[in-house]
Nanobody, 124 residues
Framework: QVQLVESGGGLVQAGGSLRLSCAAS????????MGWFRQAPGKEREFITG????????SYAASVKGRFTISRDNAKNTVLLQMNSLKPEDTAVYYC?????????????????WGQGTQVTVSS
């Protein structure tokens, strides 16, 4: 069982930066692939980035590649999402998720545990 709590969301102007943090409970954090998803009003939840158990492998959606960076600290049970060059279309609720599967998958169905989400709003 893993409990996830996101923080760091807020309101930022276009072109600005935010860093989201996801804190995980439990002693088996390094057994989970971690992902970040987002959901905008009226849209489906979408994968934006994921990181392997060791942190050695990452994957990004085309919409955020080059602007967002995912990282993890297994000693601190934390995964971070650094978001730069934010755009109004990045506005959404951002969710942290944990998957027991070794590889990073884009489908939400592979992720067993989810945080409550944190709102990110980018003004133009």
């Amino acid at each position: 069982q893993v409990q996830l709590v996101e923080s760091g969301g807020g309101l930022v102007q276009a072109g600005g930066s935010l860093r989201l943090s996801c804190a995980a409970s439990g002693r088996t954090f390094n057994r989970y692939t971690m992902g970040w998803f987002r959901q905008a009003p009226g849209k489906e939840r979408e994968f934006i980035t994921g990181i392997s158990r060791s942190g050695g492998g990452t994957s990004y959606a085309a919409s955020v590649k080059g602007r967002f960076t995912i990282s993890r600290d297994n000693a601190k049970n934390t995964v971070l999402l650094q978001m730069n060059s934010l755009k109004p279309e990045d506005t959404a609720v951002y969710y942290c998720a944990a998957s027991p599967v070794e590889m990073v998958y884009y489908s939400a169905s592979y992720y067993s545990y989810w945080g409550q989400g944190t709102q990110v709003t980018v003004s133009s």
